[in-house]
């Protein structure tokens, strides 16, 4: 623990929480005996913290707060259990014991259950100079508002409280809002609290803790040692988001979709924010269940705080019909990738297609024009990346295009929605071919299933000169790998993504002026518009970024 403490301090944290439950050894039975070798083990892990000029906080967490906990306390009784054998009493009392000494010892803060705070209160110093953070955890779920303001209230009441720390599962952005909601509310009170999500969804919380006034948030030393589901490393809480430069005047830029935890557009848009000399912006990942986007950001804290959105799988055709402006293009394909705030509403627009055509087109040697002049095109889904992928392969000149999907009837809407001649259903793959250029948008062989493919009888790769695949996660997924054996181009999905990306980038930057717009027409009250393209520097940055971030994938 001395080590990690040093280590931690190096990295940029300036508090560091020493589970003590997790000690083990040596350690965990001079922290249990309950004579100076207790406190001299204490002191020795107050002063490591000391040394390294950061604060230290100690914690000694019972199975019955989290039963996730180490073992030094095992068996140890909830207080005012009635139930409780007299050793599990007294095991509580010992933890509490504990506590007590570290509190003594130099430790900056201590953290105490809500349910053992009565114990504390009673048996510590009251001229201890360690500040007492009082907790609370659920590892089930995010309770309603009402159960949580009445718990935090509760917590102030045990008058032993100098901070409160409530974390909750979050499993999805509106849990995630509620709780940075309280730390806004506190702020506003002037009562120090810390609110954390735990599990992945609930990630955004640490990462946007100062914004919303949190008096701390908490990081792991690494991927490898989470002491809690989903804490980011601090090496990437303090030089990929920059969360200690954060403030409320820090602008908010997330990506929506279901599932979204894979995805990589944190890390290449944050690098991006850095790279371009410390923007003061941050970017996160919110898990939004489909169906729902609207709801997030019309009636949601954070969804009314956020000045633009990548949009991902299944919120496309929802993000368009919230947009009050939208660009002609994204009006043809049918969704948005991209929602910019603006003084109308929201400005959408599609960068999916871009990308998809830029990506096949650098896969070949084209002499002129394009890989898809004249080709006939295989499109597998329907959804939003779909729409995008027909569209960029009748601008570059598509002969035919044919949507498959495994619910004929979605492949019939896009088609229909389209209305281009050159377009059909498809109706068995790899027939007449030609050559031609196989484009898979649908989520088939991302992680954690990887063995899969959307081609599920490889034998007909032959057929197709370029197979591109919009999964980027893995890389080298399986349909590339069999069109790869088949001697196909192959284009991969992390060309596309970062070639939309950038896209996006320069429209939530402002590099693309989405506030000088020519309105081409009016359609059911909405404005359809032209954008200007990125030029002059704009573009050498943009080239700067694909590669930038190529790299960080």
Request: net charge negative; aromatic share 6%.
């Amino acid at each position: 623990m001395i080590r990690d403490a040093a280590q931690a301090a190096n990295a940029g944290a300036r508090m560091v929480e020493f589970r003590l439950d997790r000690l083990t050894g040596s350690d965990a039975l001079a922290l249990t005996s309950g004579d100076d070798s207790r406190d001299t083990l204490l002191k020795r892990l107050a002063d490591a913290a000391l040394e390294n000029d950061i604060c230290a906080i100690a914690t000694a967490r019972p199975k019955w707060e989290d039963p996730g906990a180490g073992d030094v306390f095992a068996g140890a009784g909830r207080p005012g259990d009635s139930h409780a054998s007299a050793e599990a009493r007294e095991i509580e009392a010992m933890r509490t014991g504990v506590l007590c000494a570290a509190s003594e010892a130099g430790f900056a803060c201590i953290d105490v259950e809500l349910d053992a705070a009565k114990a504390f209160r009673a048996e510590a110093s009251p001229t201890r100079h360690a500040k007492t953070i009082v907790s609370s955890h659920n590892f089930e779920e995010t309770e309603d508002m009402d159960t949580l303001r009445a718990r935090i209230a509760r917590m102030w009441a045990t008058g032993v409280a100098d901070v409160v720390k409530v974390a909750q599962m979050a499993h999805d952005a509106f849990d995630a809002s509620n709780l940075l909601a309280l730390l806004e509310e506190a702020a506003h009170s002037n009562q120090p609290m810390v609110a954390l999500g735990m599990g992945p969804a609930g990630l955004c919380t640490r990462i946007l803790a100062p914004v919303f006034g949190a008096a701390f948030t908490f990081a792991a030393l690494d991927d490898a040692s989470a002491a809690a589901p989903g804490q980011v490393s601090v090496d990437s809480m303090v030089n990929l988001y920059r969360t200690p430069k954060l403030s409320r005047s820090t602008s908010l830029f997330a990506v929506a979709g279901s599932p979204v935890g894979h995805s990589k557009s944190p890390l290449i848009h944050n690098s991006a924010f850095v790279s371009e000399g410390g923007v003061d912006a941050v970017y996160v990942a919110l898990e939004i269940p489909k169906g729902r986007l609207e709801e997030f950001l019309e009636s949601t804290m954070l969804g009314n705080k956020l000045s633009g959105l990548s949009v991902t799988i299944p919120h496309k055709e929802e993000a368009l019909s919230l947009a009050n402006v939208v660009h002609h293009v994204c009006a043809s394909i049918g969704a948005a990738n991209t929602l910019v705030r603006v003084d109308e509403g929201w400005y959408a627009s599609n960068t999916d297609w871009v990308g998809v055509v830029d990506s096949v087109d650098a896969s070949v040697d084209v002499a002129s024009s394009s890989a898809f002049g004249g080709a006939t095109v295989d499109v597998l889904g329907a959804g939003g990346a779909a729409k995008a992928a027909v569209y960029g392969a009748l601008e570059r000149g598509a002969q035919k295009v044919r949507v498959f999907n495994r619910t004929v009837s979605r492949a019939e809407e896009l088609v229909a929605m389209i209305k281009d001649d050159r377009v059909e259903v498809g109706i068995t793959l790899g027939d007449d071919a030609n050559g031609g250029v196989l484009l898979n948008t649908t989520s088939v062989g991302m992680v954690p299933d990887t063995e899969a493919s959307p081609v599920t009888d490889s034998s007909v790769l032959p057929s197709y000169r370029v197979v591109f695949d919009a999964v980027y996660t893995p890389r080298d997924t399986r349909l590339l790998k069999d069109a790869a054996a088949a001697g196909c181009s192959c284009a991969e999905g992390v060309d596309m993504f970062v070639s939309q990306a950038v896209l996006q980038y320069l429209k939530f930057t402002g590099k693309v002026d989405v506030g000088a717009l020519t309105t081409l027409r009016e359609q059911n009250g909405v404005q359809i518009v032209e954008e200007l393209e990125p030029a002059g520097d704009a573009k050498v940055v943009t080239d700067a970024m694909k590669a930038a971030l190529l790299s960080t994938l």
